[in-house]
C-alpha cells in the first residue's frame, strides 16, 4: 500500500482526527493507494488505478466519503439512511456519498467501504486480482 503523506488535507486537524478510523478502514483493505487530490481538497482511495472511494466535503462544508457501489445496493442504502445521497459530483448512478457527522452508525459504513472495495475487485482480470489477493494473503 503506498501512503501519500501530505500537509494538505480537506479537513482541519480535529476532524481529520475523528475520521482517522475511515482512513484506516479503507487503507487495510488489499491493493488501496491513497492520493490527495488537490483540485477536489480531497482523499481519493484507488485500487488499481481505479478509484473507489473519496473522503472530502459538500459545498457547504459537510464531511462526507463517496463510493462507488453497484446500483442497486445504493438504492437500498439511500432508502435506509437519509444521510447517504447520491453520489456528491459523481455519477449518481454509480456513486453514493455518506454524510459522516450524520446518523450512518461506523459498522454500516466500514460495510459500505468493504463492499465498495470488493466491487471493484471483481471487475479486475483475474490475474490482476490473484496477484493482489497473493500479495495481501488474502481469501477470494
Aim: charged share 25%; glycine share 4%.
Amino acid at each position: 500500500m503506498e501512503i501519500i503523506a501530505t500537509t494538505a488535507t480537506p479537513w482541519p486537524e480535529d476532524i481529520m482526527e475523528q475520521y482517522q478510523w475511515l482512513d484506516e478502514c479503507l487503507l487495510k483493505l488489499p491493493g488501496t493507494d491513497k492520493e490527495f487530490q488537490p483540485a477536489w481538497q480531497a482523499y481519493k482511495y484507488l485500487l488499481c488505478g481505479k478509484m473507489y472511494a473519496y473522503i472530502g466535503n459538500d459545498k457547504n462544508g459537510r464531511p462526507l466519503i463517496t463510493l462507488k457501489l453497484e446500483p442497486a445496493y445504493s438504492d437500498v442504502l439511500r432508502q435506509s439512511y437519509a444521510d447517504i445521497v447520491a453520489g456528491y459530483y459523481m455519477n449518481k448512478v454509480h456513486w453514493s456519498s455518506i454524510y459522516l457527522d450524520g446518523v450512518v452508525p461506523r459498522e454500516v459504513i466500514s460495510d459500505v467501504v468493504s463492499v465498495s472495495h470488493g466491487w471493484i475487485l471483481a471487475t479486475l482480470s483475474k490475474k490482476m486480482r490473484q496477484e493482489i489477493l497473493d500479495k495481501y494473503k488474502c481469501k477470494e
